[in-house]
């Protein structure tokens, strides 16, 4: 049997009680049989080895389970349909590389898009936020060509060797940088992996004519995975956009692609006076925009309202099976009509469970900008992201 409950447990003990706790969760939960022995097992080899190493149905379970724990996803109900993709036998740059791109193939899924994870072995990180990310570019007059999120990381790739395109765009993908040991390395995604969809409007042709698109699939890859007590630091994951995403965030966000004045301008609506809401209407139908291009592209992609209702369900779901739903409310609600969904008026505790995944401090080769661009809600959503 595991050792005891310590009252202040040392750091080998406290990895022993969370071992024993994710071990008793899987069994419970799966139904497997066999915990006493797998007890007396994991002990053994904690007390040996000084880690535990978990099976690939544990460690799917646990993956999947750090879903179903993300405060900040109301997209977690589909945690149980998380494929894990078990790569802890890689941790070659190369290698790892090219399962990035096997990832992203296996994700697609001709465009019925699939919750992957990939989790590779020790040694190796991906310092990119996402697997697919633009370029952002400071114009002499201070303006950005790109996503201004993205200066930060532009500028650390470009002094790690990365050259622009000649004819630079607002939307050049950036290469991937892996890191192994003190050594990054950069590596650049075929233009078969990178899905994009261009945006256009269905009764709207001015939409098409600002030249919007965004990728299909959002690949997180920086975060670290916990789970049973052991630290996976290179475990991207990947599901699904919802449409106020992209529409309302990464290309409204001033902070952003800011495409809301051009818009508004190309509808004919009054910039002139707040009051005219000529914000909200077009924000209105640049979601519209979204969701219509994903659909003509035949790209999964899911809506608020619909995902605000399926979190309502899975709570459901959550509170039949004994377990209570933690959350962060203001990322759970969307940003665009959240007053009209079920979740404006209910409530959550913000507690961290695990197995989860965390943010990481990434330690990149070269100095940081003196004045990082922060990230705009954006962090940790296998779906949503």
Known sequence: MLAPVALHPSAAEADVLEAERFLRLYHHETGQPGLKVRLVEAEAELEQHGRLTLSSAELAHGAGV??????????????????????????????VFAQLLGHLERAWNGGRLRAVISVFG????????????????????GSVLGDPQNLDLTRRLEALGWQAPAHKA?????????????????YTLPSEGVREVQISHPALPAVADLGLKWHALPVISDMRLEVAGQQFLCAPFSGWYMQTEIAARNLADAG????????????????????????DRALLELNVAVLHSFDAAGVRIDNHHSATRRFVRFEGREARAGRAVHGRWSWL????????TPLWHRSYTDTEL?????????SW?????????????????????
């Open 66 to 95: 750090a879903w179903r724990n993300s405060t900040r996803c109301v997209g977690r109900g589909y945690w149980r349909a998380l494929e894990l993709r078990d790569l802890r036998h890689v941790t070659a740059p190369e290698q």
């Open 333 to 340: 609600i969307p940003p665009v009509s959240p007053a009209l």
């Open 122 to 141: 020790p040694g190796v990180r991906i310092l990119s936020p996402q697997l697919i990310r633009y370029a952002g570019y400071r114009q002499p007059g």
């Open 365 to 385: 080769p070269v100095q940081p900008h003196p004045h990082p661009v922060q990230p705009i809600r954006e962090q940790g959503c296998p779906v949503h992201r």
């Open 354 to 362: 695990t197995p989860n995944f965390f943010a990481q401090t990434m």
């Open 170 to 186: 607002a939307f050049d993908v950036l290469p991937i940088a892996v890191q192994s040991g003190d050594q990054v390395r950069l």
């Open 256 to 279: 952003r692609y800011d495409a809301l004045p051009r818009l508004a301008q190309a509808l004919g609506l009054d910039t002139r006076r707040e009051r005219s809401l000529w914000r």
